[in-house]
């Protein structure tokens, strides 16, 4: 009984933590950045749980929600490169090119989040992921220092879901040791400005439409 009591202590931790900030896209509130998790590629392409993550940032991005996406994900072996498959499916779905940066250490959740923070600067932000991962994710990056709010994906529960479900149980005790101990990622190296580039640009997209629209106003007006 004590040995149950204590394999659900971080999964509980996790609930504590998270239910309070996972959302819809229709009601999640707006942040520059979302983060999307890898989640595995067939073939170099993202199998289905991911593309539905990316499908779900491409509308955040549609609906004005966040201005910029990062992807992280694996890309350890030469032959597997989540983020580049990620930000490709991205781009084939409308995203410009420009306002999708790639973390290529997303080793786990625990890397993107303190990655995110550390080395691209993020501070706040929308996380994207299935339902079973994403209170944990979400426990993670507060812990790791970015304020966050997390957007569930729903799926069918196949065996997948099912599958996710239970090793979440093993993966929240993992989660709550991070936490707790705060390791450094598999690999941290120098700060980047990926975000805060695209950040910028999306800025000076947004100003120099908004020039325009004034100055056809004006025209308009003095017409």
Same mark, same amino acid.
């Given at each position: 009984?004590?040995?149950?009591?204590?394999?659900? =202590?971080?999964?509980?931790?996790?609930?504590?933590?998270?239910?309070?900030?996972?959302?819809?896209?229709?009601?999640?509130?707006?942040?520059?950045?979302?983060?999307?998790?890898?989640?595995?590629?067939?073939?170099?392409?993202?199998? *289905?749980?991911?593309?539905?993550?990316?499908?779900?940032?491409?509308?955040?991005?549609?609906?004005?929600? =966040?201005?910029?996406?990062?992807?992280t994900?694996?890309?350890?072996?030469e032959?597997?490169?989540?983020?580049?498959?990620?930000?490709?499916?991205?781009? +084939?779905?409308?995203?410009?090119?420009?306002?999708?940066?790639?973390?290529?250490?997303?080793?786990?959740?625990?890397?993107?989040?303190?990655?995110?923070?550390?080395?691209?600067?993020?501070?706040?932000?929308?996380?994207?992921?299935?339902?079973?991962? =994403?209170?944990?994710?979400?426990?993670?990056?507060?812990?790791?220092?970015?304020?966050?709010?997390?957007?569930?994906?729903t799926?069918?529960?196949?065996?997948?879901?099912?599958?996710?479900?239970?090793? +979440?149980?093993?993966?929240?005790?993992?989660?709550?040791?991070?936490?707790?101990?705060?390791?450094?990622?598999?690999?941290?190296? *120098?700060?980047?400005?990926?975000?805060?580039?695209?950040?910028?640009?999306?800025?000076? +997209?947004?100003t120099?439409?908004?020039?325009?629209?004034?100055?056809?106003t004006?025209?308009?007006g003095?017409?």
């Open positions: 009984m004590v040995a149950c009591v204590l394999a659900l =202590v971080p999964s509980t931790w996790t609930h504590a933590v998270a239910d309070s900030r996972v959302r819809t896209i229709a009601d999640v509130p707006s942040r520059d950045v979302a983060v999307v998790f890898g989640a595995g590629l067939r073939s170099g392409r993202p199998t *289905p749980y991911l593309a539905h993550r990316l499908d779900a940032a491409a509308e955040l991005y549609r609906t004005g929600k =966040v201005r910029v996406l990062l992807v994900g694996d890309n350890s072996r032959e597997y490169d989540e983020p580049d498959a990620m930000r490709t499916y991205l781009v +084939e779905r409308g995203v410009p090119d420009g306002r999708i940066v790639s973390d290529y250490a997303g080793f786990d959740s625990w890397d993107s989040c303190v990655r995110a923070r550390k080395i691209f600067g993020v501070e706040r932000a929308v996380l994207v992921t299935q339902g079973f991962h =994403v209170r944990r994710a979400v426990a993670l990056c507060e812990a790791a220092g970015v304020a966050s709010y997390g957007v569930e994906v799926e069918r529960h196949d065996l997948t879901w099912y599958y996710g479900e239970i090793r +979440e149980l093993f993966a929240s005790g993992k989660g709550a040791a991070e936490a707790v101990l705060r390791p450094d990622p598999t690999f941290l190296g *120098p700060r980047e400005t990926g975000v805060t580039r695209a950040l910028e640009a999306a800025e000076a +997209e947004g120099a439409g908004t020039a325009g629209t004034d100055k056809a004006a025209v308009d003095a017409g």
